[in-house]
């Protein structure tokens, strides 16, 4: 056979064929594969963008707000409720909402669990609306906006982290008989709830704790620099290293130029006119 010449027997046509085949199939599955990842990333982008344009577009977050906080709520007095932890309660409260929430132990008894909740729930809300009364509707409104934004923000680059982190690294399960892609879809999925519980944390932790400065804070703490300049200069002064002035001396007195007469050579006639030379005059001493 020369070089160049076209192989046209049927049994190697077919050979190649199947071999193409069997190539292009791998190929397919390989993109149908990356898909399913891909699919699960875009369910969670929808929920977490569909809440940030609402963020974004909507009047007000307050309801949403009371939302989150009604299941806060929920989760602390499950936490605390069956061990009677009230003072642990109480410590999570203050901490999370500033809410000082008091109770005996025998009205912890007689409101139960649902009771506790619905307790604890109004205690919150009246103190938000006190805070909305303080700080103004337009204000809360705009507090409410940044919270919901920037919580998001942050969190989502984390969880985007973590996925990338999970996917490089979910391929050995096979090694254990295990589906890829089953595990890759049960670990993203506890870890998007885990996120939607710190969001909805920090959002309502965010809105009952933040407080914005008064205008005069804000302007205190720009003229402080310059008030701690001067005072540490007093301070100087007092332990006594400012330059210190003779005794006797005025202060304040312009010193007087000193002048400074052309120096007469020794060879130089003397200036005291005798018509000798310095040397034999008057520069003879010296």
């Known amino acids: 056979m020369e070089e160049g010449e076209a192989i046209q027997h049927p049994l190697i046509t077919k050979s190649v064929e199947r071999a ?19 699919n699960v990333m875009n369910q969670q982008r929808e929920v977490i963008y569909a809440r940030r344009k609402q963020a974004l577009e909507g009047e007000r977050l307050k309801g949403e ?14 936490k605390h409720y069956e061990n009677g932890e009230i003072e642990k309660l109480r410590e999570e409260l203050l901490q999370n909402l500033l809410v000082d929430f008091k109770i005996d132990p025998d009205t912890w008894e007689k409101l139960g669990e649902d009771g506790l909740k619905n307790k604890i729930l109004k205690a919150a809300k009246e103190f938000y609306d006190r805070k909305e009364e303080m700080l103004g509707s337009d204000l809360m409104a705009r507090l409410e906006q940044y919270a919901v934004l920037n919580v998001i923000d942050n969190k989502w680059r984390d969880h985007l982290r973590e996925m990338d982190d999970l996917k490089e690294g979910i391929g050995l399960r096979a090694y254990g008989q295990k589906d890829p892609l089953l595990e890759y879809k049960a670990e993203a999925y506890n870890l998007f709830i885990n996120l939607l519980d710190e969001l909805r944390n920090e959002v309502v932790t965010f809105c009952f704790k933040f407080w914005p400065q008064a205008p005069v804070e804000v302007q205190s703490r720009r003229t402080a620099p310059a008030t701690r300049i001067q005072t540490i200069k007093d301070s100087a002064d007092n332990l006594g290293l400012r330059t210190s002035q003779p005794e006797g001396s005025q202060p304040n007195v312009k010193a007087k130029p000193v002048r400074v007469e052309p120096k007469v050579g020794r060879n130089d006639p003397c200036p005291c006119g005798s ?10 001493n010296e």
Request: aromatic share 14%; charged share 40%.
């Open 20 to 38: 193409q085949k069997k190539v292009e199939e791998n190929n397919f599955a390989i993109r149908k594969r990356l898909l399913e990842y891909d």
């Open 65 to 78: 707000i009371f939302d989150y906080l009604e299941d806060f709520i929920d989760t602390l007095v499950k």
């Open 275 to 284: 018509g000798k030379k310095y040397k034999n005059c008057h520069g003879r």
